[in-house]
């Protein structure tokens, strides 16, 4: 799938600047997502991580976590220049900085 391959050249991508990811989340239940909508932390019912077309990052820059937008623009630069219905939740604005999905 070209989302799974987007996902891996961004991984590369990363390493080769100094950022360090681990997954955060990555599919997410209708359950999932109304508790998350409820409290705050989503906006939507229609999220991308139920469809397995969305994952969330944690960024490391010598061993520390940042969810910084500048720091990690270029990144987010780069997971849009890979595909056209690529969106990276840092240019967002309810900024999601370790969210990177696919649109169908």
Same mark, same amino acid.
């Given at each position: 799938m070209i989302f799974s391959a987007n996902i891996a050249d961004l991984i590369h991508f990363a390493n080769s600047v100094g950022v360090g990811l681990t997954f955060g989340e990555a599919y997410r239940t209708m359950y999932?997502? +109304?508790?998350y /909508?409820?409290?705050g932390k989503? @906006?939507? /019912?229609n999220s $991308?991580?139920?469809? @397995?077309?969305?994952?969330?990052f944690n960024f490391f820059i010598k061993g520390k976590?940042?969810?910084n937008k500048k720091v990690l623009q270029s990144i987010g630069d780069y997971w849009e220049s890979l595909h056209p219905k690529? +969106? &990276?939740g840092? $240019? &967002?604005r309810f900024r999601d900085t370790p969210h990177f999905e696919m649109k169908e």
């Open positions: 999932q997502q +109304k508790q /909508l409820a409290t989503s @906006r939507t /019912l $991308n991580h139920l469809k @397995r077309l969305a994952v969330d976590l940042t969810y690529n +969106k &990276w840092g $240019n &967002w």
